[in-house]
T-cell receptor, first 112, second 114 residues
Framework: QQQVKQSPQSLIVQKGGISIINCAYE??????FPWYQQFPGKGPALLIAIRPDVSEKKEGRFTISFNKSAKQFSLHIMDSQPGDSATYFCASYLSGTYKYIFGTGTRLKVLA | ETGVTQSPTHLIKTRGQQVTLRCSSQ?????VSWYQQALGQGPQFIFQYYREEENGRGNFPPRFSGLQFPNYSSELNVNALELDDSALYLC?????????????FGEGSRLTVL
């Protein structure tokens, strides 16, 4: 019940295209869902996050869509740029447990 | 404002040895979490320290231990190293609030066990 399943494992997108990464969780008690971006040799950095009381959150070119009934959430990167090439991790957090459960990551490559 | 810093950045040990990894938390943060990231995988929660006490642990054996100091810096100790301990060890600091505390990660310490 603590798993977060992420897909696809890797993604190649043309510059200007839309990148979509999906995650599914099992524990309905999770109450915070962040996405992290990690460049090679760096630690993960928070990109955008959502709580289950909203269905969508947008920050610039990045949007999270959240489907509570399906226990799924996704990251959309609009107008993808070569600088977006990185590994993206979804995560789930249950207040009071003090730990984040991360997905296995999606390696995104945006072609110039 | 300084971010999370970790040392050493890379190290090589042999099976059975012990290792200590260090982390300085971001200014103003009072909580430190440690994560293990195996190659090609997402970070796995090891434990968290708040007020110098461990208060939350993942599925890691007791040979993984830690400390938090009064200045909120932290150490991760791993005894009796095994080949599977080879990974990137990430430290993340946050400010404990009633809700979630955004995690700020360091760049990690890459441990290779031969």
């Amino acid at each position: 019940q603590q798993q977060v399943k992420q897909s696809p494992q890797s993604l190649i997108v043309q510059k200007g295209g839309i990148s979509i990464i999906n995650c599914a969780y099992e524990n309905t008690a999770f109450d915070y869902f962040p996405w992290y971006q990690q460049f090679p040799g760096k630690g993960p950095a928070l990109l955008i996050a959502i709580r289950p009381d909203v269905s969508e959150k947008k920050e610039g070119r990045f949007t999270i869509s959240f489907n509570k009934s399906a226990k799924q959430f996704s990251l959309h990167i609009m107008d993808s740029q070569p600088g977006d090439s990185a590994t993206y991790f979804c995560a789930s957090y249950l207040s009071g447990t003090y730990k984040y459960i991360f997905g296995t990551g999606t390696r995104l490559k945006v072609l110039a | 404002e300084t971010g999370v810093t970790q040392s050493p950045t890379h190290l090589i040990k042999t099976r059975g040895q012990q290792v200590t990894l260090r982390c300085s938390s971001q200014s103003g943060h009072n909580t430190v979490s440690w994560y293990q990231q195996a190659l090609g995988q997402g970070p796995q929660f090891i434990f968290q320290y708040y007020r110098e006490e461990e208060n939350g642990r993942g599925n890691f054996p007791p040979r993984f231990s830690g400390l938090q100091f009064p200045n909120y810096s932290s150490e991760l100790n791993v005894n009796a190293l095994e080949l599977d301990d080879s990974a990137l060890y990430l430290c993340a600091s946050s400010f404990r609030t009633q809700g979630t505390g955004e995690l700020f990660f360091g760049e990690g310490s890459r441990l290779t066990v031969l």
